[in-house]
């Protein structure tokens, strides 16, 4: 019982934030927008700082194989 009274409580939210933002109560649109523009803001950072990881992961993963073939034919 005790869940249900919990997700009770954070649908009748959810429709609370939605008719807000549908009618414009307390000048909720800006806030949305506003909210809308600083996640994609993070989700671009996000995005460059995962690519540049990726590139660095490339070139260790490309120098430990040199590496590991060096090793290999030392050893022949």
Known sequence: M???????????????IALAIMF????????AKSAVQGSEEVIEYLEKTGDSTMSVIDS???EAKDVKEDVHKATE
């Open 2 to 16: 005790r869940i249900f009274g919990f997700i009770s409580i954070i649908v009748w939210l959810l429709i609370f």
């Open 24 to 31: 414009d109560w307390f000048g909720s649109r800006d806030l």
């Open 60 to 62: 260790v993963s490309d």
